[in-house]
């Protein structure tokens, strides 16, 4: 499966100017929508940028909504709008396209991450690996099977970008180079938060909730 994040335009105020959209900025001008995961299509050229016309269409009120399914979600987002509209933005595995009048402009990073920021990354890449490892100490077999299966490497990745706003690479980079600061004790399935900080909880992350069932 191939992975893409709708993100809807914050607010209140009618639409942005589609060119003023970028990733250094996109947590305060849009919220995550949702997740529209799509079969992967191996040998089709620029299958990703077709998606984007397909989930354009798909994201039109009267396809997704017609009966005011997403009224709720809309709400409980903020959001005063169900159908895309220029100035949403669609994360896909390649990029972060905006919504242009006509067509789809890819958005880019304007300037580098500070040390605090990439520090902050970081630590919450941690902080996911042990919220993860603890909660998954409470199941049995099977379900334990499922989490691991939810919570891969690569679902950390697409969570990192959605948390802040990160292209897969950017995303990819701070998992690899965030520490394993955990300390395991297999006999009763314990494990240990050594880090020089706070020892997270997982009401510090409210979408953890869904992923870590």
């Not at 959209?21 to 849009?30: I, P």
């Not at 919450?124 to 334990?144: S, Y």
């Amino acid at each position: 499966m191939r992975n893409f994040t709708i993100w809807y335009e914050k607010g209140m105020d009618g639409l942005m100017n589609p060119d003023t959209v970028t990733l250094d900025r996109l947590l305060e001008t849009h919220v995550v929508l949702l997740d529209m995961p799509l079969p992967l299509q191996i040998g089709v050229p620029n299958y990703d940028l077709m998606c984007l016309e397909a989930l354009y269409r798909q994201m039109q009120g009267e396809n997704w909504s017609p009966n005011g399914e997403a009224r709720e979600l809309i709400e409980n987002k903020g959001l005063n709008h169900t159908s895309m509209r220029v100035g949403d933005v669609i994360a896909a595995p390649i990029g972060y396209y905006v919504v242009m009048p006509d067509g789809f402009k890819e958005i880019e990073r304007q300037r580098p991450f500070s040390q605090a920021q990439w520090q902050r990354m970081l630590e919450a890449a941690e902080d996911w690996r042990f919220l993860n490892c603890l909660v998954g100490l409470t199941m049995d077999r099977q379900e334990l099977l499922e989490h691991v299966r939810r919570t891969t490497k690569a679902a950390l990745v697409v969570w990192l970008m959605k948390r802040f706003a990160l292209t897969q690479g950017e995303a990819r980079d701070v998992s690899n180079q965030s520490e394993y600061l955990l300390s395991f004790q297999a006999g009763d399935r314990q494990v240990h938060w050594i880090a020089d900080r706070p020892e997270p909880r997982l009401s510090d992350y409210p979408e953890f909730g869904e992923l870590f069932r």
